[in-house]
């Protein structure tokens, strides 16, 4: 198989992967092998989880309680990606569900959900969003799978952050080049915060910029949706301080 194979079937699962192991498969995973995909008893596949990178697999066994891979030898080492937290105030079912899926393509390592004082959308589905992980690193061949942490409000956040890790908000009021705003920035980890539908209240954004270790960025002069927002900043901090450089 090609080492970037985007065209075999791609299954997430939680096992350690080394040739000559037996992954045992959820009842839902067998199903989809077997009823939805159609495989066969011998189908090969492509498997990761996230930490020791991807593998051909074969189904070796199939029954009503669900089945066994073996897995056979490896196509890709394990990525790291870039170094990026994405903290995003929840947003309403299917926009986020978008939102989660994109930025997990985008190569985010840690997804917070963050309740601000405008957050229409409190309760959060952490279980939802895993599956929307997954489900996303599965159809675009990404082998890092975020981590999905619980919601935290952001003052909760801002009082407890480490400095060392510089968050750039998405500042609907702010002027200036995003570009050149990246491109100041000392090479570290980073965050990036994208506020509710309303935007950041008064008070959470003076709060923001008062801090060091926070950057306001502009998007440009139209107002975008937030997730829409969450893909335009990614992709700007990749291009610019993110894995898409080539040096």
């Given at each position: 198989?090609?080492?970037?194979?985007?065209?075999?079937?791609?299954?997430?699962?939680?096992?350690?992967?080394a040739a000559g192991n037996r992954?045992?498969?959820?009842?839902?995973?067998?199903?989809?092998?077997?009823?939805?995909?159609?495989?066969?008893?011998?189908?090969?596949?492509?498997?990761?989880?996230?930490?020791?990178?991807?593998?051909?697999?074969?189904l070796?066994?199939?029954?009503?309680?669900?089945?066994?891979?073996?897995?056979?030898?490896?196509?890709?080492?394990?990525?790291?990606?870039?170094?990026v937290d994405y903290l995003f105030a929840p947003l309403k079912r299917s926009r986020l569900d978008y939102m989660v899926q994109k930025a997990t393509e985008m190569g985010v390592a840690r997804l917070r959900p963050v309740i601000t004082e405008r957050t229409i959308a409190e309760r959060v589905n952490s279980e939802r969003m895993q599956a929307n992980v997954i489900e996303a690193a599965e159809q675009c061949g990404v082998l890092r799978v975020p981590e999905?942490?619980?919601?935290?409000?952001?003052?909760?956040?801002?009082?407890?952050?480490?400095?060392?890790?510089?968050?750039?908000f998405c500042d609907e009021h702010g002027e200036n080049d995003p570009i050149a705003t990246l491109q100041k920035l000392e090479p570290g980890p980073l965050a990036v915060l994208v506020g509710p539908e309303g935007g950041f209240s008064p008070r959470e954004r003076e709060r923001l910029i008062g801090k060091t270790f926070v950057t306001p960025l502009s998007l440009g002069p139209r107002i975008m949706r937030a997730d829409t927002a969450a893909v335009a900043v990614l992709a700007l901090v990749n291009a610019t301080l993110g894995d898409w450089r080539r040096d």
């Open positions: 198989m090609a080492i970037r194979d985007l065209t075999s079937e791609r299954l997430f699962v939680d096992a350690d992967l992954v045992e498969l959820e009842p839902a995973q067998a199903h989809y092998l077997t009823a939805v995909l159609r495989l066969k008893l011998g189908a090969r596949l492509l498997v990761f989880n996230g930490r020791n990178g991807e593998w051909v697999a074969t070796s066994e199939t029954h009503k309680r669900g089945g066994a891979l073996t897995i056979e030898s490896e196509v890709r080492p394990q990525e790291s990606g870039p170094d999905v942490q619980a919601p935290v409000r952001l003052d909760d956040v801002l009082d407890t952050w480490d400095a060392s890790r510089h968050i750039l």
